[in-house]
C-alpha cells in the first residue's frame, strides 16, 4: 500500500482544512486507516483512526485533543481517507501523517504499517 497525503495550508485560527489519503492497493479496504501529528521538538501524536466495516464496524476514533473539531472519513470506491479539521487551533500546527495499519489498537503509531509522506498544516493567531 502507498499513500500520498495532500490538503495541507495556512490557515488562520478558527479556520477549516480538509486533508487527503490517497492510496493505492486493491485491499485498501481491509486497512484501518490514521491521522498522526507531529509538530517541531514533540513526539508523534495520535489524531483520529477509522476501521473498515467488517472490523469494529467502521469505527472512528479520536484524540481528545480534536473531539467535535476533527472527522476522519473513508470512501473505500475512491480509496481515499479524509480529514476534515474545523476550529482549528494554532496548536494544531503540525505535519500530518496518514498511514494504514492491519491490526490494532489503532491509536498506537507501531502498529501501522504503511505511511505516507506528511503534509504540513499551519494555523496562525
Known amino acids: 500500500v502507498q499513500l500520498q497525503a495532500s490538503g495541507g495550508g495556512l490557515v488562520q485560527a478558527g479556520g477549516s482544512l480538509k486533508l487527503s489519503c490517497a492510496a493505492s492497493?486493491?485491499?485498501?479496504?481491509?486497512?484501518?486507516m490514521g491521522w498522526f501529528r507531529q509538530a517541531p521538538g514533540k513526539e508523534r501524536e495520535f489524531v483520529a483512526a477509522?476501521?473498515?466495516?467488517?472490523?469494529?464496524?467502521?469505527?472512528?476514533y479520536y484524540a481528545d485533543s480534536v473531539k467535535g473539531r476533527f472527522t476522519i472519513s473513508r470512501d473505500n470506491a475512491k480509496i481515499t481517507t479524509y480529514l476534515q479539521m474545523n476550529s482549528l487551533k494554532p496548536e494544531d500546527t503540525a505535519v500530518y501523517y496518514c498511514a494504514a495499519a492491519l491490526r490494532g489498537p489503532v491509536t498506537e503509531h507501531y502498529k501501522y504499517n504503511y505511511w505516507g509522506q506528511g503534509t504540513q498544516v499551519t494555523v496562525s493567531s
Open positions: 477509522i476501521t473498515p466495516i467488517n472490523w469494529n464496524g467502521g469505527s472512528t
Open positions: 492497493g486493491r485491499t485498501f479496504r481491509s486497512y484501518a
